[in-house]
């Protein structure tokens, strides 16, 4: 079967559903992260784990297109992308099982904020990401100024990580029991997350 050798307006536009799916994902999993495990319905979360774990599973179908990328350049590029979007893909796992094991237990008001906070930039981050790939048939500029400001973002990110670290320190007396710890890994993998679509948006803006 002769491959369609997609060219890069063809590789933006599939990582535009791609793009579209992480939107849902993050409002569904940012209505969770603000939301005290011991304050929340544990109906509400299953239901919401669900709902994630469908989709996550729906964006397995959308790497179908690497079957059509060039064997040149531009496709190792569109490779690079993939690994990066499919690293974003098994961070957001990740953060649902965290979540899952956390559930119900005590929790600081502070990783609340912390979790509302750096949720809101990746959701941001995301957002920047979309719209960058949905304006580029008519503003080919647009991934170039989208890719610097999920950068921009992606310091923010970790920047407010640092500054989260401390406090966390501060109001648990350094004690890293478990709740501390799941939450510095959600925390964490959040990072990843605005690191990872970084990493996506430069190798897309390198075609």
Same mark, same amino acid.
């Given at each position: 079967?002769?491959?369609?050798?997609?060219?890069?307006?063809?590789?933006?536009?599939?990582?535009?559903?791609?793009?579209?799916?992480?939107?849902?994902?993050?409002?569904?999993?940012?209505?969770?992260?603000?939301?005290?495990?011991?304050?929340?319905?544990?109906?509400?979360?299953?239901?919401?784990?669900?709902?994630?774990?469908?989709?996550?599973?729906?964006?397995?179908?959308?790497?179908?297109?690497?079957?059509?990328?060039?064997?040149?350049?531009?496709?190792?590029?569109?490779?690079?992308?993939?690994?990066?979007?499919? !690293? +974003?893909?098994? /961070?957001? &796992?990740?953060? %649902?099982?965290?979540?899952?094991?956390?559930?119900?237990?005590?929790?600081?008001?502070?990783?609340?904020?912390?979790?509302?906070?750096?949720?809101?930039?990746?959701?941001?981050?995301?957002?920047?990401?979309?719209?960058?790939?949905?304006?580029?048939?008519?503003?080919?500029?647009?991934?170039?100024?989208?890719?610097?400001?999920?950068?921009?973002?992606?310091?923010?990110?970790?920047?407010? !990580? +640092?500054?989260? /670290?401390? &406090?966390?320190? %501060?109001?648990?007396?350094?004690?890293?029991?478990?709740?501390?710890?799941?939450?510095?890994?959600?925390?964490?993998?959040?990072?990843?997350?605005?690191?990872?679509?970084?990493?996506?948006?430069?190798?897309?803006?390198?075609?």
């Amino acid at each position: 079967m002769e491959k369609n050798n997609l060219d890069k307006k063809g590789i933006v536009k599939a990582f535009t559903k791609h793009a579209e799916l992480l939107k849902e994902i993050t409002t569904v999993l940012h209505t969770q992260l603000c939301i005290s495990p011991e304050g929340g319905e544990v109906e509400e979360w299953q239901e919401r784990k669900k709902e994630l774990i469908k989709m996550l599973r729906k964006m397995m179908g959308l790497y179908g297109f690497a079957a059509d990328l060039p064997a040149n350049e531009v496709g190792l590029d569109a490779h690079v992308s993939i690994s990066s979007m499919s !690293n +974003i893909q098994c /961070s957001f &796992q990740r953060i %649902v099982i965290l979540i899952d094991s956390v559930y119900e237990q005590p929790f600081e008001e502070l990783y609340m904020d912390s979790l509302s906070a750096i949720s809101d930039k990746v959701g941001e981050a995301i957002d920047v990401f979309h719209r960058m790939l949905v304006d580029y048939p008519e503003n080919p500029s647009s991934i170039e100024e989208g890719t610097e400001q999920i950068a921009k973002i992606e310091r923010a990110v970790d920047e407010e !990580n +640092i500054i989260i /670290s401390r &406090q966390i320190s %501060v109001v648990t007396n350094g004690d890293a029991g478990f709740v501390c710890y799941i939450m510095r890994k959600v925390v964490r993998e959040l990072e990843h997350i605005t690191d990872y679509l970084k990493a996506c948006a430069e190798s897309i803006n390198e075609m």
